[in-house]
Nanobody, 128 residues
Framework: QVQLVESGGGLVQPGGSLTLSCSLS????????GAWFRQVPGKEREGVAY????????DYAGFAKGRFTVSKDNAKKQIYLTMNDLKPEDTAVYFC?????????????????????WGQGTQVTVSS
């Protein structure tokens, strides 16, 4: 059974940076598309960033463009989310998600229903 494990969350001051990691227990990460979502209590989970397995195509939610960067290391089987210039409104539980690349259409990149594999989430708190 494929497992996703996030790490790297924590408390950071406004304007600071944080890098989240997602370790996937897959044979070949290049066959998977990965994404980061986030959720705050009482709100729906929202897409943050997407990366395609083989060609590395990326996509970002509007609030993430210019501040967040998604990347991957196929050999290490890890997906990363580097977050810069963090704001208090970025406070949330961040989730890693993945699925076979061919199953996730471009229009579904930020839909939770498109992904079958999820991590347990890691808390990111932006506060002074």
């Amino acid at each position: 059974q494929v497992q996703l494990v996030e790490s790297g969350g924590g408390l950071v001051q406004p304007g600071g940076s944080l890098t989240l990691s997602c370790s996937l227990s897959v044979v070949r990460l290049d066959l998977y598309a990965g994404a980061w979502f986030r959720q705050v209590p009482g709100k729906e989970r929202e897409g943050v960033a997407y990366i395609k397995g083989r060609d590395g195509i990326t996509d970002y939610a509007g609030f993430a463009k210019g501040r967040f960067t998604v990347s991957k290391d196929n050999a290490k089987k890890q997906i990363y989310l580097t977050m810069n210039d963090l704001k208090p409104e970025d406070t949330a539980v961040y989730f890693c998600a993945a699925g076979p690349s061919w199953e996730i259409q471009p229009t579904a990149r930020f839909r939770t229903s498109a992904y079958k594999l999820w991590g347990q989430g890691t808390q990111v708190t932006v506060s002074s």
